[in-house]
């Protein structure tokens, strides 16, 4: 029998986001359907930041999992750990992120920060620290037309995801976060506005601002979310977020709140890999956005997206210098990422921008540096059959480059990778576990999404 294990439930308060049940898991939870992957490292790299080390297709149905069948495994420690300067905290979402959040004082020295935190509590989290006068359920009703449920099949590591969209066109463009669908062999979309279920695949990512595009296939007539300018957003606006809470699907659940600082920055960082990317000028709020809601909108109180949610702490209590609680999460403004999305939409690729199917190697990295001291991206995994594998590399090697570019860390060797696409060819350095330098050229296969 399959087990789900999923955040903190939901926001109690009167506008209730609904709480998990069936199908697929929400944000930071993964089901194992059995046989599940082995203990230690997982099959080719994570969600988020390792497709491109190692992934299979995005767009091949599922093949057999490169690795052998074992018994299952309780669970999968897939959470954001969130620091609040000093302090720690644990967050959930879709895609299996882990998460060391940085919170810096805003530019213009706004700084609406808590005292500390608590927790962790467990339960429900309590309402909206000051959600104002704004009407959740009526700004809801405007927006849920445009919202989309997504679900994933993480198809190699036998689990499946769940997150949220928001419409950009009525043929079936879609903005979400990145980390919403990296890693998945498979992408389909529930539209909210016409109860139709759509495949969909990847126009192109940027991981370093956790964006994404999407297209839904053969979708027209959708209904399109109304955009507004997170330029004129202010600390103690009135806020809702919108998302797939819980991966449940259905009816939008509702989070309404405040603004409660500007320009905050995360660092996102992939515990398995050790690749990690620092997410700037985002919005903090204290609606209950939860598992399941990232990549959701956050609106206006006239039901203008102002951003996308990104960050959500989970297991957790927010209290501040007032003794006010709740859970506080993070959204993309709205205009930078509609700046990514338009760049994608018209195809330029750029260093942090990647435009269409991932280039895939085939091994799993980790953070810190390899035997003897060894620096580089150590390898811990290698997929079977792929063109890592056909090289000779093996777990315990460290690779030191990349087509003739120093490779340091797993981030670096993550972002060469995606400066590459599938058919491309490369030369890769490493020295193994002996000591010994190698060089090898492969060709690149294509991977699952990034």
Same mark, same amino acid.
């Given at each position: 029998m399959d087990e789900t294990y999923r955040g903190h439930d939901a926001a109690a308060g009167p506008e209730q986001p609904r709480q998990p049940g069936p199908g697929y898991a929400p944000a930071g939870t993964v089901i194992w359907p059995h046989p599940a992957p082995p203990p230690g490292p997982g099959p080719y790299g994570a969600p988020y930041g390792a497709g491109q080390p190692g992934w299979p297709p995005p767009y091949w149905p599922p093949q057999q999992p490169y690795w052998p069948p074992q018994p299952p495994q309780r669970r999968r420690v897939a959470g954001w750990v969130v620091g609040l300067l000093a302090f720690a905290l644990v967050v959930l979402l879709v895609g299996g992120l882990t998460l060391a959040v940085a919170i810096r004082r805003a530019a213009d020295g706004t700084d609406s920060s808590a005292s500390g935190w608590s927790g962790p509590q467990g339960g429900r989290y309590g309402a909206p620290a000051n959600p104002g006068t704004i009407d959740a359920t009526a700004v809801a009703a405007k927006v849920d037309p445009a919202v989309v449920d997504i679900n994933t099949i993480l198809g190699y590591q036998n689990g499946r995801a769940a997150g949220t969209g928001v419409v950009l066109s009525s043929s079936g463009l879609v903005l979400t976060n990145n980390h919403v669908v990296a890693g998945a062999t498979s992408i389909s979309v529930t539209d909210v506005g016409d109860g139709q279920t759509y495949a969909a695949s990847v126009v192109g990512y940027d991981r370093s601002e956790d964006i994404a595009v999407i297209q839904l296939r053969d979708a027209s007539g959708l209904a399109t979310a109304s955009i507004g300018d997170s330029s004129k957003v202010r600390a103690g606006d009135g806020v809702v977020g919108i998302g797939n809470a819980g991966g449940t699907g259905g009816t939008p659940s509702v989070a309404p709140g405040t603004v409660t600082a500007l320009n905050r920055s995360i660092t996102a960082s992939d515990e398995a890999t050790g690749s990690s990317e620092t997410l700037t000028g985002l919005i903090e709020v204290d609606a209950n956005i939860v598992s399941g809601d990232s990549g959701g909108p956050l609106v206006n109180s006239s039901g203008q997206v102002i951003g996308i949610d990104t960050a959500a702490s989970a297991g957790f209590q927010y209290q501040d210098s007032q003794g006010q609680s709740g859970g506080d999460g993070f959204a993309i403004p709205i205009n930078q990422a509609m700046t990514i999305a338009k760049q994608i939409?018209?195809?330029?690729?750029?260093? =942090?921008?990647?435009?269409? +199917?991932?280039?895939?190697?085939?091994?799993?990295?980790? $953070?810190?540096?390899? /035997?003897? %001291?060894?620096?580089?991206?150590?390898?811990?995994?290698?997929?079977?059959?792929?063109?890592?594998?056909?090289?000779?590399?093996?777990r315990g090697d460290v690779?030191?480059?990349?087509?003739?570019?120093?490779?340091?860390?797993?981030?670096?060797? =993550?972002?060469?990778?995606? +400066?590459?696409?599938?058919?491309?060819?490369?030369?890769? $350095?490493?020295?193994? /576990?002996? %000591?010994?330098?190698?060089?090898?050229?492969?060709?690149?296969?294509t991977g699952p999404v990034g």
């Open positions: 939409q018209a195809g330029n690729a750029s260093a =942090t921008v990647h435009i269409g +199917a991932t280039a895939f190697l085939g091994v799993q990295t980790r $953070g810190g540096r390899g /035997a003897q %001291g060894i620096g580089g991206a150590p390898v811990s995994g290698v997929v079977s059959g792929s063109p890592a594998e056909s090289a000779g590399l093996a690779i030191q480059s990349l087509n003739a570019k120093a490779v340091d860390s797993a981030t670096t060797l =993550t972002t060469l990778l995606d +400066a590459q696409h599938p058919g491309d060819k490369v030369s890769v $350095g490493w020295v193994d /576990a002996n %000591g010994q330098s190698h060089t090898a050229t492969v060709t690149l296969a």
